[in-house]
T-cell receptor, first 114, second 112 residues
Framework: ETGVTQSPTHLIKTRGQQVTLRCSSQ?????VSWYQQALGQGPQFIFQ???????GRGNFPPRFSGLQFPNYSSELNVNALELDDSALYLC?????????????FGPGTRLTVL | TQLLEQSPQFLSIQEGENLTVYCNSS?????LQWYRQEPGEGPVLLVT?????EVKKLKRLTFQFGDARKDSSLHITAAQPGDTGLYLC????????????FGKGTRLSVIA
């Protein structure tokens, strides 16, 4: 059984650029949630994808967007990067959308915006 | 907006000591989860508590959900260096699919 993987591990961008982060869900999981974890903070929910549709969104602007593919892998896209977007971006996969279903987190992508 | 406050923020103790970390809110949560996160890794779920007053044990870790489901605690007995990490609590609201709200975490360092 393969766990949740994320790529790239680290990324450095400049203000105004665009970035795409990728997540492969754990085998058998059909739901992917994305979180932003700023330094010294807990993870903040960005959005969730279930069966290729957005299924809930946190308090993030529209320049944060996502996709889920038929194989349940997912992408997080951020446009017009700002300095405050510097953070660890985590994805978590689960089977189903209920909060009672255990989420398995990937190791994250560390994004630095200069 | 539901918020979870964790205390202390930082804790450094000697191997063999006991400790308790707290997770408090003014809001009621239908369930609460505890995670541990190590550097360079994502959070790993330790436990989910659902019922007010519930106590769960995981080896040397004891988790309690407050009677009013607004707070929780994690007690570690005889801490070991392998317990070092960031401990996060996360609460879920009323409806089935509401996202988790995470606290800022307690960073624990256990010194041998």
């Amino acid at each position: 059984e393969t766990g949740v993987t994320q790529s790239p591990t680290h990324l450095i961008k400049t203000r105004g650029q665009q970035v795409t982060l990728r997540c492969s869900s754990q085998s058998g999981h059909n739901t992917v949630s994305w979180y932003q974890q700023a330094l010294g903070q807990g993870p903040q929910f960005i959005f969730q994808y279930y069966r290729e549709e957005e299924n809930g969104r946190g308090n993030f602007p529209p320049r944060f967007s996502g996709l889920q593919f038929p194989n349940y892998s997912s992408e997080l896209n951020v446009n017009a990067l700002e300095l405050d977007d510097s953070a660890l971006y985590l994805c978590a996969s689960s089977f189903g959308t209920s909060r009672y279903n255990e989420q398995f987190f990937g190791p994250g992508t560390r994004l630095t915006v200069l | 907006t539901q918020l979870l406050e964790q205390s202390p923020q930082f804790l450094s103790i000697q191997e063999g000591e006991n400790l308790t970390v707290y997770c408090n809110s003014s809001s009621v949560f239908s369930s609460l989860q505890w995670y541990r996160q190590e550097p360079g890794e994502g959070p790993v779920l330790l436990v989910t508590v659902v019922t007010g007053g519930e106590v769960k044990k995981l080896k040397r870790l004891t988790f309690q959900f407050g009677d009013a489901r607004k707070d929780s605690s994690l007690h570690i007995t005889a801490a070991q260096p392998g317990d070092t990490g960031l401990y996060l609590c996360a609460g879920a609201g009323g409806s089935g699919n509401t996202p988790l709200v995470f606290g800022k975490g307690t960073r624990l360092s256990v010194i041998a």
